[in-house]
């Protein structure tokens, strides 16, 4: 299984930018899916992006589309989600996941198609 530390996460206010960082070790595979979610109390854990390895195909929720940025560094098994102009909406838990498969888009926004989770680091957006 893979593990997943993510980082970055603090206060912002609206329009600020902030960048997450997630870091995998263990058993990483030669082609899997990693993707953030993001959760708040009153909302089931909702999908942000997510990109493919080794291909660099990624998707975006459409609430963010625009706004975030997901990338990779493969020397450094690290997944950034770079985010801008941020809104207090965005404000919840985010984690880092990994799927053990390379996922289709039409399966990456589903939270258990997900194999490994980080712990979440906390992102609030203040007005």
């Known amino acids: 299984q893979v593990q997943l530390v993510e980082s970055g996460g603090g206060l912002v206010q609206a329009g600020g930018s902030l960048r997450l960082s997630c870091a995998a070790s263990?058993?990483?595979?030669?082609?899997?899916?990693m993707g953030w979610f993001r959760q708040t109390p009153n909302v089931e854990r909702e999908f942000v992006a997510a990109i493919t390895w080794p291909a660099y195909s990624t998707y975006y929720a459409d609430s963010v589309k625009g706004r975030f940025t997901i990338s990779r560094d493969n020397a450094k098994n690290t997944v950034y989600l770079q985010m801008n102009s941020l809104k207090p909406e965005d404000t919840g838990v985010y984690y880092c996941?990994?799927?053990?498969?390379?996922?289709?888009?039409?399966?990456?926004?589903?939270?258990?198609?997900?194999?490994?989770w980080g712990q979440g680091t906390q992102v609030t957006v203040s007005s």
């Open positions: 263990g058993r990483t595979r030669s082609g899997y899916t």
């Open positions: 996941a990994a799927s053990d498969n390379i996922l289709p888009i039409f399966l990456m926004r589903i939270s258990a198609r997900y194999d490994s």
